[in-house]
């Protein structure tokens, strides 16, 4: 296990919210978040990505518990907030 799975664990740990299942699984989170935040630091400006993230968190924070759907829900804010970012949105 790498040593950012190892952080996310105790991250998930740390802020109780080991429930969140799926959600938390360092094979999901670190593929989402990596892959928005580069795209909006690429794209928009290096200290929105972190904001970018704590935002998606947010998002994501109040959607959970929706019932079936919520990875593909967390994804596709982020891949909304990647393409945004990116420009990819513009008509």
Avoid: C, N
Wanted: proline letters at 7%.
């Amino acid at each position: 296990m790498s040593t950012l799975s190892d952080w996310i664990d105790e991250v998930v740990r740390e802020l109780g919210i080991e429930e969140l299942g799926e959600l938390v699984d360092p094979e999901v989170v670190q593929p989402l978040v990596l892959d928005m935040t580069k795209d909006v630091a690429h794209g928009v400006a290096r200290p929105a990505a972190p904001i970018s993230a704590y935002l998606l968190g947010l998002a994501v924070g109040r959607a959970a518990g929706s019932g079936p759907g919520e990875q593909e829900l967390a994804r596709g804010f982020a891949d909304r907030l990647a393409a945004r970012a990116r420009g990819d949105d513009q008509p």
